[in-house]
C-alpha cells in the first residue's frame, strides 16, 4: 500500500480488533512476519540493509494471499516497485482502485500480468511468456495490442511528418469493446456506491449544489467577444483552406479554445498577454470577485475549498 494509508489501515485493523498483523519497515520485522502484514511500494523494491536483496525477493514466497491498495501505482511496465510487486508469489491476489484506467489499455497491462501471471491460463499476455497464435510465435505485448489495441493520431499531420523527426503523438485506444469487455469481465469486480455493502462504508455525506449566476461586467464581455470574433475568423479560414487539400489541426483548434476558456475566467493569464490591442487592462472581474467572497465566506465556515 502507499505509505501514506498505512496509519489509516493500522486503524481499521484496531477497530476490527485485528491484533494479528505487522508493518514491515525493517531487516527484523521480516523474521517476525504476522497473519496480515503491511508493507509501503516505496520500501518494497529496497535493499536491506547494506546488502543486495530487496524485500521483495526476502517475501517472494512468503504468503498464500496478496492485496495491493491503491493498485494503479503498478501500472507503469518496468518501475522498480511494479517489478518488485510483480516478483512476488501468491495463491491470490486482490488488486483495488479506485483510479479509472480500465480504458487505457497500456495501463491495465501490468495489473493483469500482477495477478493473473505473465503468459498463464488465466492471462496468455506477458511481458517475458512467449504468445503462440496461429502463425507461430509472439510476444505477449504484441499480441495484446493486435487483439486490444488501436492507435491514433493526436493530428492527422503527423501521421506525415514522422520521418522528419517529429515526435509520434499517439493514443491507444480499445479496437473491440465486446472482445475487451469478454476479457475483463471475468477477472474484474466493479463496486458502485449505492450496494450495500459499499454505502455502509461511505462516509462522504451527501452532495448540496447550489448556482450562483454572476453577470459578466461589460469590459469583460466586450474583451471576450473580440476574442471570440478572432477566433471565429481563425476557424473560418481553416475551413477554407480545408476546401483546398489542407489538413485541420486540431491541436490548434485546443490552442485557440484553451485560449478562450482563459478569456472567459482569467483574461490576466499570461497565455493571453503579448497581443497588443487584445490585453487585458482591467482589474478583477465581477466573476473573480464573487468567487473571491464565497471562498473568503467558505474559509470563515471552516469549509474546505476547490477553486
Not at 535493499?47 to 501505482?73: S, V, Y
Not at 515526435?167 to 450495500?196: G, S, T
Request: glycine share 6%; hydrophobic share 40%.
Amino acid at each position: 500500500l502507499e505509505a501514506r494509508n498505512i496509519k489509516e489501515f493500522e486503524a481499521e485493523f484496531q477497530n476490527l480488533g485485528i491484533t494479528d498483523y505487522r508493518i514491515v519497515e525493517q531487516k527484523y520485522h521480516l523474521q517476525s512476519l504476522k497473519k496480515f502484514n503491511l508493507i509501503a511500494y516505496s520500501r518494497i523494491w529496497h535493499t536491506i540493509g547494506n546488502g543486495k536483496k530487496t524485500f521483495a525477493k526476502a517475501l517472494r514466497k512468503r504468503f498464500g494471499f496478496i492485496a495491493c491498495d491503491e493498485a494503479h501505482n503498478l501500472k507503469a511496465a518496468n518501475s522498480n516497485q511494479a517489478l518488485a510487486v510483480r516478483s512476488l508469489k501468491a495463491k491470490h491476489w486482490l488488486l483495488s482502485t479506485g483510479t479509472p484506467i480500465a480504458n487505457y489499455p497500456r495501463n491495465i497491462f501490468s495489473l493483469l500480468v500482477t495477478a493473473y501471471g505473465d503468459g498463464t491460463a488465466l492471462n496468455p499476455y506477458g511481458y517475458y511468456a512467449p504468445y503462440f497464435n496461429n502463425y507461430g510465435v509472439t510476444s505477449g505485448t504484441r499480441q495484446f495490442k493486435e487483439d486490444f489495441v488501436t492507435v491514433d493520431w493526436v493530428t492527422p499531420q503527423f501521421d506525415q511528418t514522422l520521418d522528419k523527426g517529429r515526435k509520434a503523438r499517439e493514443f491507444p485506444k480499445i479496437k473491440d469493446v465486446e472482445k475487451w469487455q469478454a476479457m475483463l469481465a471475468p477477472k474484474m469486480i466493479r463496486r458502485q456506491n449505492d450496494e450495500p455493502d459499499v454505502v455502509k462504508s461511505v462516509r462522504m455525506p451527501k452532495a448540496t449544489l447550489k448556482t450562483i449566476m454572476v453577470k459578466p461586467d461589460s469590459c469583460h464581455l466586450q474583451y471576450y467577444r473580440k476574442w471570440l470574433d478572432e477566433f471565429a475568423a481563425w476557424f473560418r479560414q481553416q475551413l477554407r483552406m480545408e476546401e483546398e487539400g489542407h489538413r485541420f489541426d486540431q491541436v490548434m483548434l485546443l490552442v485557440q479554445l484553451g485560449k478562450l476558456q482563459f478569456v472567459s475566467t482569467i483574461p490576466q493569464s499570461a497565455r493571453l498577454q503579448g497581443v497588443g490591442e487584445y490585453e487585458w487592462q482591467y482589474g478583477l472581474t465581477e466573476k473573480q470577485k464573487e468567487t473571491i467572497r464565497l471562498v473568503e465566506q467558505a474559509v470563515a465556515e471552516d469549509e474546505k475549498v476547490i477553486v
